[in-house]
């Protein structure tokens, strides 16, 4: 079944393929909405989120209690809170982005064709996304709001232990928007794994499909849809401590990969660690690490070195979400780098070293979505990055890789300005493409 609010109004049943098309004719709307109405929209969003702390807390304190008494594993139940600070975190974010440049309508590129006639690269909204995501009430906020101050239609599916949460949360937003003048329809929340496998059948109406979660959920939306997918895999991440890195520095910044937050696809599940280095910097990161309640594995040349169990080649593949590590001790920066591309899923990747040459080789022959020089992999979100938060992390390479921000949620259309001019003129020669660039913006 899937549930729309709006206005306080009675939940009613609709089928997806019509809800698509709903969202799609809303789409369209909004894609022509201008920037001073969707910037007052999301700050009725965050005034809504506000003053209904109370009812969101309690919704998700259902969510909570359900999921305990379903044995959710302490991470997913951690991701799972939304308590005030989360709220706090979500206003913050949302008054963030209120302050960024609206995408729609920005001049890519100008170019002079022949006097008079103009060709411009204009941004402009994908359509219709659908999002299906962890069981994070954040996101679905994050990715709302992103699709609005964007433009984009979008049809949210969240993860069943927050149902209550996102129930509120999408009544909330339509209310807020439906009241300052935002198009009905352009946020619907989807509720069932049946609500997704119909949706994957709506490419009339569906531009992209942007799935968070593991490798083999990403590869079952691609075989099963013939809408485009921007796929977040598993966020396996690597640091890799160099013999030229500053020991007390690396072990510092290696704990903060790991340990600041362990449920979530930028922190750290493997560290490779130079030969040369390991038996001086393994013995203070394990002391260090393990203060922060982690448990580490290694491979057979890490246990011989410092105390811990003995890693598997399962290791290397796994995303923990979870205070666990694996160490692998390499010959050399290419061992690491051939361990990354095999292993690694293309999220986020740093070298952490003082040498400035060593540090280029790694940022220009590791092939990721993110490679950092010396600082935590956490750093690695859109809304870090200046962004506005993040729909997902794309790991493809298509026209969006890496945190997927507002950017990520523009496509672009070619806006030609003529003045009368026939193509057999220049096809029998009597004019000449003069194909020069522009340095200015399209407006009519």
Same mark, same amino acid.
């Given at each position: 079944?899937?549930?729309?609010? %709006?206005?306080?109004?009675? *939940? +009613? #049943? ?5 809800? /698509? !098309?709903?969202? &799609? ?25 506000? %003053?209904?702390?109370?009812? *969101? +807390? #309690? ?5 909570? /209690? !359900?999921?305990? &008494? ?39 590129? /100008? ?334």
């Amino acid at each position: 079944m899937l549930l729309i609010f %709006n206005h306080y109004k009675i *939940i +009613i #049943e609709m089928g997806i393929q019509q809800l /698509a !098309e709903t969202t &799609k004719k809303a789409s369209i709307k909004l894609a022509a909405i201008n920037t001073i109405a969707k910037n007052n929209a999301l700050a009725a969003i965050a005034k809504k989120l506000n %003053n209904n702390r109370t009812a *969101i +807390i #309690e919704a998700n304190n259902t969510d909570i /209690a !359900e999921a305990e &008494k379903n044995n959710l594993e302490a991470p997913l139940l951690k991701r799972l809170k939304f308590d005030n600070s989360k709220i706090d975190d979500t206003i913050t974010g949302i008054e963030s982005l209120i302050k960024l440049a609206d995408p729609v309508g920005a001049t890519i590129k /100008a170019t002079e064709l022949y006097d008079g006639m103009e060709l411009y690269q204009v941004s402009c909204p994908i359509g219709v996304i659908g999002v299906v995501f962890e069981s994070r009430p954040d996101a679905l906020v994050q990715i709302s709001t992103l699709c609005l101050k964007s433009g984009n239609g979008v049809l949210l599916k969240g993860g069943s232990e927050a149902l209550h949460t996102n129930r509120i949360l999408t009544k909330l937003i339509g209310e807020a928007t439906s009241e300052t003048g935002i198009p009905e329809g352009w946020a619907q929340l989807l509720e069932t794994r049946s609500d997704v496998n119909e949706m994957l059948k709506a490419d009339k109406y569906i531009d992209l499909i942007i799935p968070r979660g593991s490798n083999e959920f990403v590869q079952y939306i691609m075989n099963n849809s013939n809408i485009p997918v921007l796929g977040h895999a598993d966020g396996i991440c690597h640091s890799y401590v160099d013999t030229d890195a500053d020991i007390d520095a690396a072990v510092k910044i290696a704990v903060d990969s790991k340990t600041q937050y362990v449920a979530v696809c930028n922190a750290l599940e493997t560290l490779l660690v130079h030969e040369k280095i390991a038996k001086e910097f393994l013995p203070k990161f394990k002391t260090a690490v393990e203060a922060k309640g982690a448990t580490l594995k290694g491979c057979v040349k890490t246990t011989e070195i410092i105390n811990i169990e003995p890693a598997t080649d399962e290791d290397w593949r796994t995303e923990y979400l979870d205070y666990i590590l694996s160490i692998k001790i390499v010959v050399d920066m290419q061992e690491a780098i051939d361990h990354i591309h095999q292993y690694g899923s293309g999220h986020t990747d740093a070298i952490l070293t003082d040498n400035e040459s060593t540090a280029a080789y790694f940022i220009q022959n590791v092939d990721t979505g993110n490679v950092f020089w010396n600082c935590s992999t956490r750093f690695s979100d859109g809304f870090r990055y200046g962004l506005g938060a993040e729909v997902g992390v794309s790991t493809n390479k298509i026209h969006a890789r890496g945190p997927v921000g507002l950017e990520g949620l523009m496509i672009y259309k070619w806006v030609m300005k003529g003045n009368k001019q026939i193509v057999a003129d220049f096809a029998e020669g009597k004019k000449q493409f003069t194909h020069k660039p522009l340095d200015k913006r399209f407006k009519i």
